[in-house]
């Protein structure tokens, strides 16, 4: 039978912090993303604990292959074409709504944002949530 594991986030597969929903009709696996990775495990132990009314994630990430060296024109916004060695850059982050696909009863509570920071290696990720009670 054929298994994938995907390394990064996916549309398609809801696995990670979920493996008591696994079932053997599943063959696209995903580890996800770091940011994601970083969030879905407090997430899911606050959750649990106390309840996640809403939550709110920063992350501050180092540049990343995919930004521009140097000035330029960006398909995505305008602000994804400043050059990535000399500009903090703010930018979407997909590392909450994949939380919401990974954990179901946290969809659409939480959201994020994300800056592209000009250093080689290194990151940080803050989580504020408001609790029940």
Known sequence: MLRVVLRRSSSLPPLGMNEKEYTSDLHIVSNARCTTKCLAPLAK??????????GLMTTVHSITATQKTVDGPSAKDWRGGRAAS????????????????????????????????????????????????
């Open 45 to 54: 132990v606050i959750n649990d604990r106390f309840g996640i009314v809403e």
């Open 86 to 133: 000399f500009n903090i850059i703010p930018s979407s982050i997909g590392a909450a709504k994949a939380v919401g696909k990974v954990l179901p009863q946290l969809n659409g509570m939480l959201t994020g944002m994300s800056f592209r920071v000009p250093t080689v290696e290194g990151g940080i990720s803050t989580k504020e949530y408001q609790i029940n009670g």
